[in-house]
Structure formats: structure tokens, C-alpha cells
């Protein structure tokens, strides 16, 4: 038997007025009355047509994401991202809509699909383009978005970690160390924050008065793969590096793959560092020395910020840039 509004105020003894407004949480329904239509609604399993309820509001209750099927995208930074995001939406009574995108495809399609298509009532974005025609199109639209990443040029609701500061302080750690041979594993350069990463690692080797060598940066696409086949490029070099900084954990990993292959020792020989504190680098061998990202949280507060704009409001904070915090491990090896 299908349990509806009709049902519910046979057996409350109120209308079905008063039984939907009271469901739906309006404030015109005695607090009393309210629980106990509640209380009925639950004991005989109420499951409410949200179909309906959206095309009466016009409101999906849904937050939309898109994950492009590339090798950065299989990253564990985005499991993580994923799971913020999911925790706070189900806390505030949303549903996590999921896109996938296989590379060749057009990534906006699944945005207009969403947007356009009332999918979704607000997204959430990571990993800002330089240009990102996905801002432009939601800024133009008028859609309420949030973004894990800034960018130089556009304005909108943010939260980040200071890349550049991150990176800066990776390069003053070795060189501490006594390093001066130090190598960039950069992710890829249509990404903001690989901007500001090889920004920091500049800034780092000018104000240090180390010996700066553009063939120490060799670039890679966020992947453990990526990191392992950069590393082998650094280590074939005439005078190799005697630390490497990846700019994320899986490219990391792959560099100490390599190291290892080659006979060496991660740490002992050649220091390395990664980016984003996944739980792989407490379980690598050696453990990996790190920038940590709060990713998970990144991902709630976000969700709050995106449910504050759905709901009309102005974030108090529309901008966030959170400090980097260095988690020193086993991979950076003695100092020197």
C-alpha cells in the first residue's frame, strides 16, 4: 500500500494541508502538531514525491559536481574532496549529483545539462583552468557555484590553500637540509595553482640565493606514472638533483619509484617531497614528507558556502586562503 499525504491526516486527524505544511517545516504549524504528524509519517514509512515537490519549488535539493576522466582525476585528492562534500550535503538534506566526462568530450556539455536542465541547484568545482570557461559559463548564468582554487583574474566564492607558500616552504626545508640541488615535478600548465606552485619554487630559490636550472623542472600530469617518468627525465640529467618536490603526493610517489629502480635509496640519497597529505604518503616506504591540505574539511566548508548562496545569501567570506602546514616525514632524510 502506498502511504500518502491523504493517509497520513486519515490517521492524524488533520487535513492534508495541514499535514504537508507541516512535513515541509513551515512555522505556521503548532510545534505540537507538527511531531506528532511526524511520529505517524515515519511509523508508516512516508516517502515523499520529491518529483513533485521539485517542480512545485523549482528546486532540485541536489549539488552538482563533474570529474573529467583523466589521469589527475584519479587522484585520491578528489575521493577525499568527494567526501566532504557528500558528508555536508546529506547534512543539510542535499543529494550529491556525479558527472563523469571521458577525455575528447566537451566538459561544459555536463554543465549546461545540469544548469540548464535544473539537475542540480548549485555546484561545486576543484582545480581551476587559466580562463576556465566552466566559471564563465556559471558567472553568465547566474548558477550558484564554489570553487576549491583561486584564480588572478576572476572573482568568485573560494577556498584555497596558499600553493605558492606551500611550495616556498618545501624548498626552505631542503635547502635547511643543506640541499641546493633541488628539481620541481610540476603538474600540468593549464592548471591556476601550477602557476603559483612554480611561482613559490622561484620566489623560494631567489630569496635563498640558490643556483636556479630550468632543467630541474620537468613537468608531469598529477599521476603516480607522471611522477615516475618526470623523476627519470631529472635523474638522467649530468648533474641530477639531490632533492625532488612533486607537486602533488601520487606524482611524489612516483618519483621514489624511481629512485628506487635505479638502485638508490628515497631519503638517504635523494630527498623527496609531495603536495596534499593523501593517505598514501603515512603508508609509503619511506614516509612521504608533504604539504598538508585539509581536504576533507575544505570540502564541508564548501558545501556550507554553496548552500548559503542557494539559499539567497551572501557569504560572510567569500574568499578563503588557508596556510600551508609542512608535515616533515622520513623522505626528506638526514640534514646534509
Same mark, same amino acid.
Given at each position: 500500500?502506498?502511504?500518502?499525504?491523504?493517509?497520513?491526516?486519515?490517521?492524524?486527524?488533520?487535513?492534508?494541508?495541514?499535514?504537508?505544511?507541516?512535513?515541509?517545516?513551515?512555522?505556521?504549524?503548532?510545534?505540537?502538531?507538527?511531531?506528532?504528524?511526524?511520529?505517524?509519517?515515519?511509523?508508516?514509512?512516508?516517502?515523499?514525491?520529491?518529483?513533485?515537490? @521539485?517542480?512545485?519549488?523549482?528546486?532540485?535539493?541536489?549539488?552538482?559536481?563533474?570529474?573529467?576522466?583523466?589521469?589527475?582525476?584519479?587522484?585520491?585528492?578528489?575521493?577525499?574532496?568527494?567526501?566532504?562534500?557528500?558528508?555536508?550535503?546529506?547534512?543539510?538534506?542535499?543529494?550529491?549529483?556525479?558527472?563523469?566526462?571521458?577525455?575528447?568530450?566537451?566538459?561544459?556539455?555536463?554543465?549546461?545539462?545540469?544548469?540548464?536542465?535544473?539537475?542540480?541547484?548549485?555546484?561545486?568545482?576543484?582545480?581551476?583552468?587559466?580562463?576556465?570557461?566552466?566559471?564563465?559559463?556559471?558567472?553568465?548564468?547566474?548558477?550558484?557555484?564554489?570553487?576549491?582554487?583561486?584564480?588572478?583574474?576572476?572573482?568568485?566564492?573560494?577556498?584555497?590553500?596558499?600553493?605558492?607558500?606551500?611550495?616556498?616552504?618545501?624548498?626552505?626545508?631542503?635547502?635547511?637540509?643543506?640541499?641546493?640541488?633541488?628539481?620541481?615535478?610540476?603538474?600540468?600548465?593549464?592548471?591556476?595553482?601550477?602557476?603559483?606552485?612554480?611561482?613559490?619554487?622561484?620566489?623560494?630559490?631567489?630569496?635563498?640565493?640558490?643556483?636556479?636550472?630550468?632543467?630541474?623542472?620537468?613537468?608531469?600530469?598529477?599521476?603516480?606514472?607522471?611522477?615516475?617518468?618526470?623523476?627519470?627525465?631529472?635523474?638522467?640529467?649530468?648533474?641530477?638533483?639531490?632533492?625532488?618536490?612533486?607537486?602533488?603526493?601520487?606524482?611524489?610517489?612516483?618519483?621514489?619509484?624511481?629512485?628506487?629502480?635505479?638502485?638508490?635509496?628515497?631519503? @638517504?640519497?635523494?630527498?623527496?617531497?609531495?603536495?596534499?597529505?593523501?593517505?598514501?604518503?603515512?603508508?609509503?616506504?619511506?614516509?612521504?614528507?608533504?604539504?598538508?591540505?585539509?581536504?576533507?574539511?575544505?570540502?564541508?566548508?564548501?558545501?556550507?558556502?554553496?548552500?548559503?548562496?542557494? @539559499?539567497?545569501?551572501?557569504?560572510?567570506?567569500?574568499?578563503?586562503?588557508?596556510?600551508?602546514?609542512?608535515?616533515?616525514?622520513?623522505?626528506?632524510?638526514?640534514?646534509?
Amino acid at each position: 500500500m502506498r502511504i500518502t499525504l491523504k493517509t497520513i491526516a486519515e490517521e492524524s486527524g488533520f487535513s492534508i494541508t495541514t499535514v504537508s505544511r507541516a512535513l515541509a517545516g513551515y512555522d505556521d504549524v503548532n510545534e505540537e502538531t507538527r511531531r506528532h504528524i511526524i511520529a505517524i509519517a515515519e511509523r508508516l514509512g512516508y516517502q515523499p514525491n520529491l518529483s513533485a515537490r @521539485q517542480l512545485r519549488s523549482q528546486q532540485s535539493h541536489t549539488i552538482g559536481m563533474v570529474i573529467p576522466l583523466t589521469p589527475y582525476f584519479s587522484d585520491p585528492f578528489f575521493m577525499e574532496l568527494l567526501s566532504g562534500v557528500g558528508r555536508q550535503a546529506a547534512e543539510h538534506n542535499y543529494d550529491l549529483r556525479l558527472s563523469a566526462q571521458v577525455p575528447g568530450q566537451d566538459e561544459l556539455n555536463a554543465y549546461h545539462r545540469m544548469v540548464a536542465g535544473r539537475q542540480v541547484d548549485g555546484v561545486v568545482l576543484a582545480r581551476v583552468h587559466h580562463q576556465d570557461p566552466r566559471i564563465a559559463y556559471l558567472q553568465q548564468a547566474q548558477h550558484p557555484f564554489v570553487v576549491f582554487g583561486r584564480s588572478d583574474a576572476e572573482d568568485y566564492p573560494y577556498i584555497d590553500v596558499d600553493s605558492g607558500s606551500g611550495i616556498r616552504l618545501l624548498v626552505e626545508h631542503f635547502a635547511d637540509y643543506g640541499h641546493q640541488r633541488i628539481a620541481l615535478i610540476l603538474s600540468p600548465r593549464d592548471l591556476m595553482f601550477t602557476t603559483l606552485r612554480l611561482r613559490g619554487y622561484r620566489e623560494a630559490f631567489e630569496s635563498l640565493n640558490l643556483p636556479y636550472r630550468e632543467g630541474y623542472i620537468q613537468e608531469g600530469d598529477l599521476s603516480q606514472r607522471g611522477g615516475l617518468e618526470a623523476a627519470e627525465r631529472l635523474l638522467q640529467l649530468a648533474d641530477p638533483p639531490t632533492a625532488i618536490i612533486a607537486c602533488n603526493d601520487l606524482m611524489a610517489l612516483g618519483a621514489m619509484t624511481t629512485i628506487q629502480r635505479r638502485g638508490l635509496r628515497p631519503g @638517504q640519497d635523494i630527498a623527496v617531497a609531495g603536495f596534499d597529505d593523501i593517505p598514501a604518503a603515512l603508508d609509503a616506504e619511506p614516509q612521504l614528507t608533504t604539504i598538508h591540505q585539509p581536504i576533507y574539511q575544505i570540502g564541508r566548508q564548501l558545501t556550507d558556502m554553496l548552500v548559503n548562496l542557494m @539559499q539567497g545569501n551572501t557569504p560572510d567570506k567569500p574568499h578563503i586562503l588557508l596556510q600551508p602546514e609542512l608535515i616533515i616525514r622520513a623522505s626528506s632524510g638526514p640534514k646534509r
